[in-house]
């Protein structure tokens, strides 16, 4: 079984940045890809960004092209969220998930591991 253990997240004001990071931890961690969704209280879950786990591939949402960064390391079994340039939309619990299928980019019902989450508020 893999499990999913985001964290990074917290109270920042607008402008400023946060990395979030997952470890990703199971007998045989092989995902085609790893994603970052978020969901803000009373949306639904929205996908962020997508990093293939070999080449390095990626694949934002266009409101956060150029500020938010996804990468992933895959001695450690690891993916981060470098967010830049934070706005108060940007405020949501972000989930960390995994992707076996090979599906590209996936979508949230793609997704075949999730991590519980970890809070980001953006003040403004």
């Known amino acids: 079984q893999v499990q999913l253990v985001e964290s990074g997240g917290g109270l920042v004001q607008a402008g400023d940045s946060l990395r979030l990071s997952c470890a990703a931890s199971?007998?045989?961690?092989?995902?085609?890809?790893m994603a970052w969704f978020r969901q803000a209280p009373g949306k639904a879950r929205e996908f962020v960004a997508a990093?293939?786990?070999?080449?390095?591939?990626?694949y934002y949402l266009d409101s956060v092209k150029g500020r938010f960064t996804i990468s992933r390391d895959t001695a450690k079994n690891t993916v981060l969220l470098q967010m830049n340039s934070l706005k108060p939309e940007d405020t949501a619990v972000y989930y960390c998930?995994?992707?076996?299928?090979?599906?590209?980019?996936?979508?949230?019902?793609?997704?075949?591991?999730w991590g519980n989450g970890t809070p980001v508020t953006v003040s403004s």
């Open positions: 199971g007998r045989t961690f092989s995902p085609y890809s």
């Open positions: 998930a995994a992707e076996i299928g090979y599906r590209w980019p996936p979508s949230y019902y793609d997704m075949d591991y």
């Open positions: 990093i293939r786990w070999s080449g390095g591939s990626t």
